[in-house]
């Protein structure tokens, strides 16, 4: 395989999202390593390496730009990293890749997931191998003494990532991935079928909650979705089936659901104390509703307030919607989320189900879009627009849709020529 400058800030940008682990877990160190990202980034692009898009960068990502600009103010110096953070994350976006650059990042996604859900059973039923390797691979800090009280005190497994929360987020994209090619090509459907299996019980094992419910609701509506002007008597029955079942055994379904949510202890939900952390940040946003505190604030009156013993470089408020509205204020928060949904209307747009002829860039557009509902829904509950590997993340995905788009309607004017000219 030819490695291009281009394929090099690929293989890069995914070091950066799955950089969680070692020195680069930490808040600072991954911002140093997107640093480094951002300058041979500018370099490359000075030289003519590759090229920048800057009609991916709307109105939106500009004014909410200068509006972190002027926030930042607010918290000085700990909203500039933010700043580093957003300002390598639109470089990411609106880098300009082909189907080749795309299908690259989609297969190591693929592969890392696969790795991760072997990790994970190794660590849960063979657990002495699994540690006397994770002692050596958890060098840095404690990380090593969090995997380890996880795996043996709350049965929760990580593999490879000692948080078990992004080690369930790359296991439900890499879901995602075999689902969304399982659904559209007929080829290696038993492979693909095998590793979703794999990968969600993997997801299981991690006891994120949020993944367990959140990953069949988003495949189930995508399936459904995608039959769409595809129906065929086998997706009518299992349609049906689907029904069927879930009104059949609706006690045992809700049943169900109420145990992940409860933790199968009564019948509150268990919220692990983010409660706290919500409240919190909602207290912020009614001391300036307008402007917000200063982007990265939310972590200061954290440790402020003395919920956990240690302070903390990055605590999250495990709603990053709650904390945009803390540290942004209203007029943030409505950019932000704005940008990022305008770019996932447009791949929706994008779709086009209506043809039975398998399109391999339908097929990466629509890859993208799932993982983008998946990663929003879950920062609901978890820092996805804070923390930085999650951040890379969202931004890289964005990307992978408007380079869809723009290749799409390349291809659709050559088309269009070629028409003309054999008229």
Known sequence: ?????????????????????????GYHGCLALICCFILLFLFALSVGLFHINLRFCSPLWLLLFLHLCLNCWLNIPKSFLYIILFCGSILVMIRVTDAREIECIIKLFKIAAVILAG?????????T?????????????????IMLHLGNGCHQ?????????????????GCIICFTELNFNKCGRIKNLLMIMLMYYGVILT???????????LLSAFWIFSSYGNISLMRIIVIFGFVFVLFWKADTVFSLIS???????GSTIELSSREQYWRLALDMFQENWFMGNGVNSFDIRFNMAGIKKTELD????????????????IIGTFLYVSGIFTVI????????????KYNQKMVYNSMSVLILFLIMIYGITGNVLYQPQQVIMVFLFLGMILNIKKINHSDFKRKSKIRLVLR
């Open 259 to 265: 145990n992940i949510l409860t933790k199968g202890q």
């Open 345 to 356: 209307l447009s791949g929706l747009r994008e779709m086009s189900f209506r043809y039975k």
């Open 1 to 25: 395989m030819k490695i291009t400058a281009n394929r090099a800030i690929s293989l890069f940008i995914f070091f950066i999202t799955i950089s969680y682990t070692g020195i680069f877990a």
């Open 119 to 127: 990790s994970i059973l190794l660590q849960a039923y063979m657990p």
């Open 207 to 217: 006891g994120k909650r949020s993944f367990m419910l959140i990953l069949p609701v």
């Open 129 to 145: 191998f699994f540690y006397a390797f994770a002692v050596k691979w958890f060098f840095y800090s404690n990380q090593y003494d």
């Open 314 to 329: 990055f605590a999250g408020a495990h709603n990053s919607y709650i904390q945009l509205l803390a540290e942004t204020g």
């Open 157 to 173: 497994y990580a593999g490879l990532f000692y948080e078990v929360s992004f080690s369930a987020l790359i296991l439900s994209i």
